[in-house]
């Protein structure tokens, strides 16, 4: 069984900064790409941000310059740095890997999400 769980939401002020962590647990033989998704009341899931394994990453445009995505492979542990938070950052944020497990298969997996409201 595989699980992914986030950690490092909560509320903040307008301009401040959180840091978003995905741990993969369980039946692992590789994680290929992983990102973040998020999903504000009353609209769709949309992409934040992804990054392959060899670490080459991707942004929506909203959040070019103010969020970073990276990984660490030995911990199969993904991050999301996100600085200069806006109001309209508000949303439940969810991890997604890409995972290969023992018996070969590739698999899609999602975090349960984690809470980010920005607010003064």
């Known amino acids: 069984q595989v699980q992914l769980v986030e950690s490092g939401g909560g509320l903040v002020q307008p301009g401040g900064s959180l840091r978003l962590s995905c741990a993969v647990s369980?039946?692992?033989?590789?994680?290929?790409?992983m990102g973040w998704y998020r999903q504000a009341p009353g609209k769709q899931r949309e992409l934040v941000a992804t990054?392959?394994?060899?670490?080459?990453?991707n942004y929506v445009d909203s959040v070019k310059g103010r969020f970073t995505i990276s990984r660490d492979n030995a911990k199969n542990t993904v991050y999301l740095q996100m600085n200069s938070l806006k109001p309209e950052d508000t949303a439940v944020y969810y991890c997604?890997?890409?995972?290969?497990?023992?018996?070969?298969?590739?698999?899609?997996?999602w975090g349960q999400g984690t809470q980010v409201t920005v607010s003064s």
């Open positions: 369980g039946s692992i033989f590789s994680i290929n790409g």
């Open positions: 997604n890997a890409d995972i290969t497990t023992w018996s070969e298969a590739v698999i899609n997996y």
């Open positions: 990054i392959t394994r060899g670490g080459s990453t």
